[in-house]
C-alpha cells in the first residue's frame, strides 16, 4: 500500500514536502502568515504515523481517522477532537482530505495559534498546508 506511513524521506516521490510552506488567511491582511520548513511538516506526520502504528491501525483502512469514530492521544490533535476527516466538495481531490496538526517545533520562536494543519489525500499522501482561521491557502507541491 502506498501512502506515508512507509514513506521514510519527506522528498520521497508520493510525499514531495516543499522546502518551505506558508499558512496565510488572505482575508487577515499582514502579519496573519506563518512559514513552516518542511522538515517540521514531516516531523508532524512522522508523529502521526507512530501514534497509528502505536494503536496497531497501520493498514487497517477501516480504522484511518474519520469525524469521531475514534480517539487519538493529545499530542497528535491537541484539542479535544479525533483526527478529522475534512470532505472535499469540488471533486479534485478523493473523496475526502485528513488534517494532521502542526506545532511550532523546529522553527522560529513565536507559536502557532493552534489552528494549522497538514492536509493528506485519501490514501495519506501529503497535498498541503492549511489553516482554519479561515479560508484553506494550499500550497502546491515542488
Given at each position: 500500500m502506498k501512502n506515508w506511513m512507509n514513506i521514510r524521506s519527506r522528498t520521497h516521490p508520493n510525499n514531495r514536502i516543499p522546502d518551505y510552506v506558508m499558512c496565510n488567511n488572505p482575508r487577515q491582511g499582514g502579519g496573519s502568515a506563518i512559514l513552516y520548513r518542511g522538515d517540521a511538516v514531516f516531523a508532524a506526520l512522522r508523529l502521526a504515523r507512530d501514534v497509528f502504528a502505536a494503536h496497531g491501525l497501520i493498514g487497517d483502512r477501516s480504522a484511518y481517522p474519520a469525524y469521531g469514530d475514534k480517539s487519538f492521544p493529545r499530542?497528535?490533535?491537541p484539542a479535544y477532537y479525533g483526527l478529522r476527516r475534512v470532505p472535499v466538495g469540488d471533486g479534485s481531490w478523493a473523496?475526502?482530505?485528513?488534517?494532521?496538526?502542526?506545532?511550532?517545533?523546529?522553527?522560529?520562536?513565536?507559536?502557532?495559534?493552534?489552528?494549522?494543519?497538514?492536509l493528506l489525500d485519501a490514501s495519506?499522501?501529503?497535498?498541503?498546508?492549511?489553516?482554519?482561521?479561515?479560508e484553506y491557502e494550499v500550497n502546491v507541491r515542488q
Open positions: 499530542q497528535v490533535w473523496d475526502a482530505v485528513y488534517e494532521v496538526p502542526l506545532t511550532a517545533r523546529g522553527w522560529g520562536e513565536g507559536q502557532p495559534p493552534g489552528n494549522d494543519r497538514v495519506l499522501n501529503y497535498l498541503a498546508v492549511t489553516t482554519d482561521r479561515g
